[in-house]
T-cell receptor, first 112, second 116 residues
Framework: KNQVEQSPQSLIILEGKNCTLQCNYTVSPFSNLRWYKQDTGRGPVSLTIMTFSENTKSNGRYTATLDADTKQSSLHITASQLSDSASYICVVSGAGSYQLTFGKGTKLSVIP | ETGVTQTPRHLVMGMTNKKSLKCEQHLGHNAMYWYKQSAKKPLELMFVYNFKEQTENNSVPSRFSPECPNSSHLFLHLHTLQPEDSALYLC???????????????FGAGTRLSVL
């Protein structure tokens, strides 16, 4: 069964600090992996998308990595800001499929 | 704004009511989706429409009835819902319906539904 597991479930960090969120998946065959940011009361917004051949992709202070061999991805946030407080969702797409497998998300709280 | 607009943003309904959720996208996309998001659970795909044709019904109960009159509009008609149907209902659109990297899904802000 295709699954996406994210850790930690929640995280609290001080403003200005860095953090790393983890994503492990069992989706096979693999097509691409996406990270979304979901603010409270809003829909998810795409941050990055990586295919099999890409092992890192950045979007401002967000850097995603992908290890397709171990089926792991991480999202690193640099110099966190209060506006980074949100849920971060890892989503994996299987090759030849239009269905996406979603993780439960990591709820990040950035405090002053 | 993501280019995907959902109305209403909040809805409270009784189990015997009939209501409809509306989604409109201004992105020129061909595929539209309905998702259900419950607390502490991953997003659940409900329906997929590609060029106005339903291509996926993920074993959704018949009390949820989708309608896609054109590629820009998507409705979810609700009737005789149960309290466990209370959730955030998200609409999304993408250029195509395949899961390849070109088809990024853009989400609306969602409708928060409470069934009493």
């Amino acid at each position: 069964k295709n699954q996406v597991e994210q850790s930690p479930q929640s995280l609290i960090i001080l403003e200005g600090k860095n953090c790393t969120l983890q994503c492990n998946y069992t989706v096979s065959p693999f097509s691409n992996l996406r990270w979304y940011k979901q603010d409270t009361g809003r829909g998810p917004v795409s941050l990055t998308i990586m295919t099999f051949s890409e092992n890192t992709k950045s979007n401002g202070r967000y850097t995603a990595t992908l290890d397709a061999d171990t089926k792991q991805s991480s999202l690193h946030i640099t110099a966190s800001q209060l506006s980074d407080s949100a849920s971060y969702i890892c989503v994996v797409s299987g090759a030849g499929s239009y269905q996406l497998t979603f993780g439960k998300g990591t709820k990040l709280s950035v405090i002053p | 704004e993501t280019g995907v607009t959902q109305t209403p943003r909040h809805l409270v309904m009784g189990m015997t009511n009939k209501k409809s959720l509306k989604c409109e996208q201004h992105l020129g996309h061909n595929a539209m989706y309905w998702y259900k998001q419950s607390a502490k659970k991953p997003l659940e795909l409900m329906f997929v429409y590609n060029f106005k044709e339903q291509t996926e019904n993920n074993s959704v109960p018949s009390r949820f009835s989708p309608e896609c009159p054109n590629s820009s509009h998507l409705f979810l008609h609700l009737h005789t819902l149960q309290p466990e149907d209370s959730a955030l209902y998200l609409c999304a659109s993408s250029q195509g319906a395949s899961g390849n990297a070109k088809n990024i899904q853009y989400f609306g802000a969602g409708t928060r539904l409470s069934v009493l």
